[in-house]
């Protein structure tokens, strides 16, 4: 078992080399490329969406979904100052009667 193990370290060890020389040429040939004016300076093609805004939904979220994600701030921060008791009472609500009752009773319960 040995000899079969020390042959996949081997091998795995020359694949790890290889790509290593690779990257390593490619990187080589760019450089010498930028240096002397005949690779483009921006860097070699990516694939994937140009640079630039992206189209559709890079603008803001819609209100509804500020407002949920604010409230939920708001339920983790007033989760994060209970222990024990009061905060398995808060979650409890949380599922119960939603987000905003569980907020309202970890204010209670925090002053």
Do not use: C, W
């Amino acid at each position: 078992m040995t000899a079969a193990v020390d042959h996949l370290i081997a091998q795995f060890l020359q694949s790890v080399e290889e790509i290593i020389n690779d990257h390593a040429h490619a990187r080589i040939r760019t450089a010498l490329g930028r240096a002397f004016g005949t690779v483009d300076p921006s860097g070699p093609s990516r694939a994937g969406r140009p640079p630039g805004r992206r189209a559709g939904g890079a603008g803001r979220a819609p209100g509804r979904v500020s407002r949920a994600r604010r409230l939920q701030g708001q339920y983790l921060g007033a989760l994060r100052g209970l222990k024990g008791r009061a905060r398995a009472r808060v979650k409890k609500l949380a599922q119960q009667k939603g987000v905003a009752e569980a907020v309202k009773l970890a204010a209670r319960l925090s002053t």
